[in-house]
């Protein structure tokens, strides 16, 4: 099982990134997929998730400004992350576990998005 993030970088504040997660070694219609954030030295904490029916929801501090999506054909699921604010910044971790359950089986190893002036 792989997944990995890419898409980080820095950006202003008021500015727009895309990440994107590629997934690989099981089957990724079966999976929900998210996205968690973490400062060092602070808990994760989670962002988004996609069902296997398209359907996804937000934590109440991105709603608005992120959107999750996914690509059942070439197995990605995107973050796009617009209006960027300086509390945003973190370390950004691709998530799958079979639809339906609770717990995260699967993690990417983050990609960092830095957000300054």
């Known amino acids: 099982v792989k997944l990995v993030e890419s898409g980080g970088g820095l950006v202003q504040p008021g500015g727009s990134l895309r990440l994107s997660c590629a997934a690989s070694g099981f089957i990724f219609t079966n999976h929900a997929m998210g996205w968690s954030r973490q400062v060092p030295g602070k808990s994760l904490d989670w962002v988004a998730s996609i069902f296997t029916d398209g359907s996804a929801t937000y934590a109440d501090s991105v709603k608005g400004r992120f959107t999750i999506s996914r690509d059942n054909v070439k197995n990605m699921v995107y973050l796009e992350m617009n209006n960027l604010k300086f509390e945003d910044a973190a370390v950004y971790f691709c998530?799958?576990?079979?639809?339906?359950?609770?717990?995260?089986?699967?993690w990417g190893q983050g990609t960092q998005v830095t957000v300054s002036s």
């Open positions: 998530a799958a576990w079979l639809d339906g359950q609770s717990d995260w089986d699967f």
